[in-house]
């Protein structure tokens, strides 16, 4: 079992514009309207890395600078995972089209946005972070295997690491053979011992996987199945409710990582 300790969240998706606004929404407490999500360009980039960023990119800054801004911490002193099922599908649709094209005009800019740690690259720049950085990708499962990374870092290295998970649809025609549902990102900032940020701890173990995974609600569940990053949705709903509350997340078939949620430090 490994014990961490929850000092802040970051997300954005449809209808859940950030933690403080989708919180109350998770808990039950005030009813979900779904709306288009669209991450705003972030102020920490200059203005040519603004606009070369794609919707990728904007989301896992928004998503990460939120949590941090919660946490209270330096971004550019903590390590950073980044999960994503597939990257910037929109940035492969680009160059495919251009490279079936008669004109083979490819940018630069298109290609260094097309590998999977883009969004790191964009991170570093807008918050002058030299921590070590880690882009990883497990399919369906991204969110998971980020969230064991992040554990597994804090667990051994004794230090805070942030999550940033995110995915972005795909375009036709790559959407036919790789459906990605919503828009969707989500951050957690996480810290060996309790701090006075940390609001929640959390105990994960990994093992074979004796049932479903656990479900969100009835109006998220949809997202949760559609988009890999919203398998984060049962963990964001257990945190907004305060706990205790027991999530199991689906990891590579026929494991999950079960996850106890408790409010407040460890006895």
């Known amino acids: ?37 669209n991450p705003a360009p972030s102020a920490l980039l200059p203005a040519n890395e603004r606009r070369r960023a794609p919707k990728m990119v904007k989301l896992a800054l928004a998503v990460g600078a939120e949590a941090f801004a919660a946490a209270g911490r330096d971004p550019a002193t903590t390590p950073a995972i980044f999960a994503s099922s597939g990257g910037d599908g929109e940035t492969i649709h680009d160059i495919l089209a251009t490279l079936a094209a008669p004109q083979r005009d490819l940018s630069p800019t298109k290609f260094h946005n097309s590998v999977h740690n883009a969004a790191a690259g964009y991170w570093s720049i807008a918050t002058g972070a030299m921590a070590p950085s880690t882009s990883l990708c497990a399919y369906d499962d991204s969110f998971a295997a980020g969230l064991l990374e992040a554990v597994a ?21 790559l959407l036919l053979v790789r459906p990605i549902g919503a828009i969707f990102g989500a951050a957690l900032v996480l810290s060996p011992v309790p701090t006075q940020a940390s609001f929640a701890r959390l105990e994960i173990t990994l093992k074979p996987a004796a049932a479903a995974p656990t479900q969100t609600m009835p109006a998220l569940e949809d997202m949760r199945r559609a988009t890999p990053a919203a398998r ?19 990891y590579l078939g026929d494991m999950a990582l079960h996850i106890a949620v408790l409010p407040g430090a460890a006895p």
């Open 1 to 37: 079992m490994m014990r961490v300790f929850v000092e802040g969240i970051g997300l954005c998706g449809p209808g859940l514009d950030g933690w403080a606004a989708a919180a109350p929404v998770l808990r039950g407490q005030a009813d979900y309207i779904p709306a288009p999500a």
């Open 153 to 173: 870092q804090v667990v051994s290295c004794g230090e805070a690491v942030a999550l940033i998970a995110y995915d972005v649809p795909y375009p036709e025609p």
């Open 232 to 250: 984060a949705l049962p963990l964001l709903a257990a945190l907004a409710c305060g706990g205790p509350a027991q999530v199991a997340l689906a």
